[in-house]
């Protein structure tokens, strides 16, 4: 399955399983797409709005990987792949300790991403 292929049916799952996805949903999102392709999870701030977001970063391709930036209103695409110099992203330390914490307090028994494998 090629990549492309796995990150749509990916979203497409989250969209059935979460309700309101993908509003509120980075940190999940990001620990489900971390967990079935290997990608590291990030935590930072979404510029644009200056809020905090949780997304994915690719070490092969070395590029930003989003499955949840459309819950900000300027954004509408369902799949968001950036460099890492880019305008709408900015990835900080102390962001990428709290995605991970938020997502393991999810994840603790809450979610079942079996459906997703």
Known sequence: MSLDFKLKVIRE???EKIDGFPINACHITTRI?????GFEEVGGVYLPSKLFHAWNYDPVNKVYV?????QFRDCTDR????????????KTDSGTKFQRKMSDNLLGGFYDI???R
């Open 33 to 37: 797409v971390s967990k079935l392709t």
């Open 66 to 70: 989003d499955l949840s930036m459309d």
């Open 114 to 116: 079996s459906f997703l």
């Open 13 to 15: 799952e989250l969209e």
């Open 79 to 90: 799949i968001v792949v950036l460099s890492m110099n880019n305008y709408l992203l900015k």
